[in-house]
Structures are given as structure tokens and as C-alpha cells.
């Protein structure tokens, strides 16, 4: 079975520009996470779809913002990029909502914003 | 907001037992215990997960206080390949409470050859 996919891998924006991730889940999996990975701060949870719907959404500004196909496919979207927001964005998927079922994640987007 | 705390670093030998402490004292009654490790360069991997009970998979052990304030990860023989960084987090039964999870900093596990 085919791992949590993520594109593009690298990305180089500069501040002021909209960034767009985009995040495969494995066959199956209807739920979508994404956190951002910083070395300071660690892994911050940003928000959770599923099927198509946001459940849960961490503390960041309205810049980030998500949606969930059909197909559980998942784009997170970044407006306005500030430098701080340079980092890993990961995404991971679970075969349903909910704290009872284990997370796979990608290998993350690395975007660096300059 | 219930959060875990963890030691920054750890150090093992090769083929020798690690306990991974976790402390968790405002845990609630409906949070899921919920160990992931990342490897370098790559996303996080699941470990293990738990709630009241003391559980075992093929990768590890975990055991939970009686109190359920903290666990103990356990690596029965760690190996070269388990270096990494090994995050405990809590995950509410309640999917929508989790809107604030934190993963924070994890403990880096260094293993000796």
C-alpha cells in the first residue's frame, strides 16, 4: 500500500507570495492532519479535515487555511508568506477522526520563504 | 490543555533496554497516550498507543502509571536504527477537542554501538 504522498517536496517563495501543498493520503484514509515543524518550536498541529469537513483547527492566523476533496486529497494554502512562516509542513493521514487511530505521515514539504 | 514533558536527550547502548519517561499530570480522562518517533529527514512514525492499559506491539512496549500522570516507553533491545527523536503526545477521545495539540520538542535518542 502506498505511503502518504506530498508535493512538491522543496519550495523557495518570497515573502508576500501565496504558497499552495498538496497532500495524498493512503488508500482508505479519510482524514487529514497538517502541522508545521519549526527547530524551535517543534511539531505545531494547524488543522484536521475530514471527509471534506474541518474538525479541528490549531492556533494559527487566518493566512493558513485547508480544504479535503472527495477523494481525501488535501491542499493546505499559505497567503501573504512571511519569513517566519518558513519550516516543514507535514501532513499525515488516519483511516478515520478521532485520537483511537494512529497517524502516517509524508515526508513534508520544506518551504523556505525569503 | 494537557501536556507532556519530556528530557531533551537520552543515550543508549546497542542491544540494551531504553525507557523513554514521559510525565502527563493534567491528562484527562478521555486522552489517548500516543507515542510517534521520527527518524532524520523523514516525517514522524507511529510507535504505539494506549489509554488505561499497558500495551506491546512488535516495535515497543508502553506502560502506563496507575494514575495515568505519566508512561514509560520501552525499546526492548535498542538498535542503531532507533535513533531519533521519540515524541509523547495526548490525543482527546473527543476528535474535536483536539485543536490545540502540541507535540512539543521530544526526547533525541542517541544509540552507541
Known amino acids: 500500500k502506498a505511503g502518504v504522498t506530498q508535493t512538491p517536496r522543496y519550495l523557495i517563495k518570497t515573502r508576500g507570495q501565496q504558497v499552495t501543498l498538496s497532500c495524498s493520503p493512503i488508500?482508505?484514509?479519510?482524514?487529514v492532519s497538517w502541522y508545521q515543524q519549526t527547530p524551535g518550536q517543534g511539531l505545531q498541529f494547524l488543522f484536521e479535515?475530514?471527509?471534506?469537513?474541518?474538525?479541528n483547527k490549531g492556533n494559527f492566523p487566518g493566512r493558513f487555511s485547508g480544504r479535503q476533496f472527495s477523494n481525501s486529497r488535501s491542499e493546505m494554502n499559505v497567503s501573504t508568506l512571511e519569513l517566519g512562516d518558513s519550516a516543514l509542513y507535514l501532513c499525515a493521514s488516519s483511516l478515520t477522526s478521532g485520537s483511537y487511530y494512529e497517524q502516517y505521515f509524508g515526508p513534508g514539504t520544506r518551504l523556505t520563504v525569503t | 490543555d494537557a501536556k507532556t514533558t519530556q528530557p531533551n536527550s537520552m543515550e543508549s547502548n546497542e542491544e540494551e533496554p531504553v525507557h523513554l519517561p514521559c510525565n502527563h499530570s493534567?491528562?484527562?480522562?478521555?486522552?489517548?497516550i500516543h507515542w510517534y518517533r521520527q527518524l532524520p529527514s523523514q516525517g514522524p512514525e507511529y510507535v504505539i498507543h494506549?489509554?488505561?492499559?499497558?500495551v506491546n506491539n512488535r516495535m515497543a512496549s508502553l506502560a502506563i502509571a496507575e494514575d495515568r500522570k505519566s508512561s514509560t516507553l520501552i525499546l526492548h533491545r535498542a538498535t542503531l536504527r532507533d535513533a531519533a527523536v521519540y515524541y509523547c503526545i495526548l490525543r482527546d477521545l473527543n476528535a474535536g477537542n483536539n485543536r490545540k495539540l502540541i507535540w512539543g520538542l521530544g526526547t533525541s535518542l542517541a544509540v552507541n554501538p
Open positions: 479535515y475530514f471527509s471534506e469537513t474541518q474538525r
Open positions: 488508500s482508505g484514509h479519510r482524514s
Open positions: 494506549g489509554l488505561t492499559s499497558n
Open positions: 493534567t491528562i484527562s480522562g478521555t486522552d489517548y
